[in-house]
């Protein structure tokens, strides 16, 4: 047991909000994935977060702010951008948009663009957190870069260990990806990573939205773009409908083909939202050596699908 690992009670919170206004790093968990935490506003805090993670400093962070009230103090809110905020904040929607020139954000959070990427996390350790510590924080998912995501507090004690001050566990994730990031910085809305508020949501508010393909893996706008990303130790298959000798299956809905060495079940009922809650948890739980790869059965391409697919897309591409 990590002895940095505790319950999420207010004394907790109280500890982690000293922790991270002193410069440390403190974990702690929002409705899509457990967050690596550090003071936005300090560029030796960020630098922290990405050697912990091991992560590329091009690949920009995501700022967790309180309310609102607070995003404007950092960005440029156009009424469209207001309007998304004031429906989907607290939740799982990032928006990236101009930084303004008195933010006070690290460059190094924003990997020297003109933009940030902004969120109001809804989850209630979260927001206890934001209000105790008085500062905007930087907050990756708080694993090694290019991993599986934690969707529980022993997840990133097992990734990170000593490399984080404290975890505060607040149980299980609810949604289980990350946040949708909408570029809104352009004329034209820009869908640079597919999460928690679907598509079809956005579009029916926005009108038609631009989806990002992989960027070049030296030029990413949000994170979650690089084309290999959330990847578990063994090679992932897509679309199965039939085993090869050793596979472990990730299945979705009935009936699940038989013959695999494993098997577990995202959503028997084939419901996306329970499949997405499930996805992290369950593939870290078969990427295990005695497997010689984790097969995935399809995915409908709708909705949540949308985001699940896109993950799984980076877990199966080739590695570097």
């Known amino acids: 047991m990590n002895a940095n ?10 500890r982690a909000a ?17 967050g690596l935490g550090g003071d936005a506003t300090s560029d030796a805090a960020v630098a922290g977060i990405f050697a912990a993670k091991g992560r590329p400093r091009f690949n920009p962070l995501i700022v967790h702010v309180p309310d609102l009230a607070a995003a404007e103090a950092i960005a440029e809110f156009t009424a469209r951008a ?29 990997a020297g663009l003109d933009t940030v990427a902004i ?43 000593d490399g984080v001050d404290l975890i505060l566990d607040g149980g299980a994730c609810p949604v289980g990806l990350e946040s949708t990031v909408l570029d809104l910085s ?9 999460g928690g508020v679907t598509l079809e949501a956005l579009a029916g508010l ?10 070049p893996d030296d030029a990413p706008r949000a994170p979650g773009q690089l084309p290999s990303h959330y990847a578990p130790n063994l090679p992932l298959r897509m679309n199965a409908v039939a085993t090869l000798p050793g596979e472990a299956l990730l299945a979705f809905g009935e009936p699940e083909p038989p013959g695999f060495a494993e098997v577990l079940n995202l959503s028997k009922t084939g ?25 995935v059965m399809a995915i409908p391409e709708h ?17 570097g």
């Open 271 to 295: 419901d996306l939202a329970e499949a997405a809650a499930n996805l992290f948890t369950m593939l870290r739980r078969l990427d295990r050596p005695q497997f010689t790869r984790i097969a």
């Open 18 to 34: 000293q922790l991270l206004r002193a410069g440390k790093l403190v974990a702690f968990p929002t409705e899509t994935v457990y």
């Open 119 to 161: 969120r109001v996390p809804a989850h209630p350790v979260a927001q206890a957190l934001l209000r105790e510590t008085g500062l905007p924080l930087a907050a990756p998912s708080a694993n090694r870069s290019g991993h599986v995501s934690p969707t529980a507090a022993e997840h990133v004690a097992a990734e990170l260990g």
């Open 82 to 110: 207001r309007d998304l905020a004031q429906r989907f904040w607290p939740g799982p929607l990032t928006l990236v948009l101009r930084r303004r020139g008195t933010s006070g954000i690290s460059l190094l959070a924003c």
């Open 206 to 215: 926005l009108g038609p939205i631009t989806t990002a393909a992989s960027c």
């Open 186 to 194: 352009g004329a034209t809305p820009r869908l640079l990573r597919p």
């Open 5 to 14: 690992l505790v319950p999420a009670a207010p004394e907790a919170i109280a």
């Open 303 to 319: 909705g949540l699908g949308h985001a699940i697919n896109d993950r799984l897309r980076r877990a199966a591409a080739p590695r």
